[in-house]
């Protein structure tokens, strides 16, 4: 599988620019005086499946034949990789499988289902999900569609970075979050090509830290998948992204699933913001780091907001930063 190109990526933007309008990209008062820096949240939460996952699956499905998308796909995911392939699949016309976990969150496969793909509820975990995916794969002759190994998923990815710089050129720095690692692969290339100086930081809950080992350490490692927060859970990594991340990515941060949960509500209250946990994760790494970045316009990418209801009642129930710094 070839690395992506910024070439990929424009040819990318023209394809997507066919079926999904930009998404919008704001920095908020409350937020910037909560964080102490200009941070521009770009809203890939207000897609019409509430994630960027999105723009990958468009571009990858608008680059098969008449008879690839006849053979349909099958993919499996925590839900927004799954949502991207439903909605890719429902626009140009191909069957569809998806296997999600036993236990998914109920929002994310409602979609899937309003989509008109299959769903198949089955797994513990998203890693138990790819082996069972790629079984039915292997029975009915459709294309899995793995959701690192794919070079037109990064590509795709990698608009809404493309879009985030357009808006807001002189960015010092860009914060990600990371699963598979196709988003922040995307962003290096983007950022690599429309500004250069601007840095690209990936975070990743320490509760599933594969992708944050295998780019430390330099081979792919598997490590357990602990983490509660659906779009961050995976125990393998991928070699595509990580390939790209070696080569682009100026750093890397672990941070525990409470952090990414009070980042979450910190969007909720500071930037009328609904984001799903890992929509959150990178405002959780600016937070982490916001003593360096003091000052400074910095991107997060709110990648997603698909919350579930019991999700956000949790995080309601979270102190506010303002609260927490006043005592209360
Ligand atoms: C909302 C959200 N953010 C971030 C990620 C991580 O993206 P990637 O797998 O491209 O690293 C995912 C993955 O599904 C996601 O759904």
Redesign the pocket.
């Known amino acids: 599988m070839k690395t992506p190109e910024f070439a990929d990526v424009l040819a990318a933007r023209r394809v997507i620019a066919e079926h999904l309008p930009p998404t919008p990209a704001w920095h908020y008062p409350v937020l910037d005086a909560a964080v102490g820096a200009e941070v521009w949240v770009k809203h ?2 207000v897609q019409p499946v509430g ?3 999105v723009r ?1 699956g468009i571009t990858l499905l608008a680059s098969f034949t008449a008879e690839q998308l006849a053979k349909g796909v099958v993919a499996a ?5 799954a949502q991207s392939v439903a909605y890719a699949a429902a626009l140009f016309g191909a069957p569809c499988t998806i296997v999600m976990p036993e236990k998914a969150n109920p929002a994310k496969a409602a979609s899937v289902r309003a989509l008109g793909a299959r769903l198949v509820l089955e797994g513990e975990v998203f890693d138990e999900c790819c082996e069972i995916a790629e079984r039915i794969a292997a029975e009915t002759g459709a294309y899995f569609v793995n ?2 190994e794919e070079s037109a ?2 590509a795709g ?1 990698a608009t809404a970075t493309v879009e985030l710089l357009e808006r807001a050129p002189d960015l010092d720095a860009i914060f ?11 962003a290096c290339i983007a950022a690599a090509e429309l500004a250069p100086g601007c840095r690209v930081i990936g975070i990743q809950s320490a509760q599933a830290p594969s ?1 944050y080992e295998s780019w430390r350490t330099g081979t792919l490692v598997d490590r357990p998948n602990r983490t509660a927060i ?3 859970s ?1 125990g393998h990594s991928f070699a595509l ?1 990580q390939a790209v991340m070696r080569a682009l990515l100026y750093d890397f941060l672990l941070l525990d699933d409470g952090e990414i949960r009070a980042a979450q509500r910190l969007l909720l209250s500071a930037a009328h913001t609904m ?5 959150a ?1 990178a405002l959780a790494g600016l937070w982490a780091r916001r003593a360096e970045y003091e000052g400074r316009r910095v991107g997060v ?1 709110c ?4 919350a579930s209801e019991p999700e956000l009642a949790a995080v309601l129930a979270i102190a506010t930063a303002a609260e927490t710094s006043a005592g209360r």
């Open positions: 890939e939460n994630a960027f996952k990958g995911s925590t839900g927004n990789h959701s690192g998923l990064i990815v990600v979050p990371v699963g598979s690692g196709t988003g922040v692969a995307g992708a659906e779009g961050l995976t992204p984001a799903e946990g890992a929509g994760a990418i990648s997603g907001g698909n």
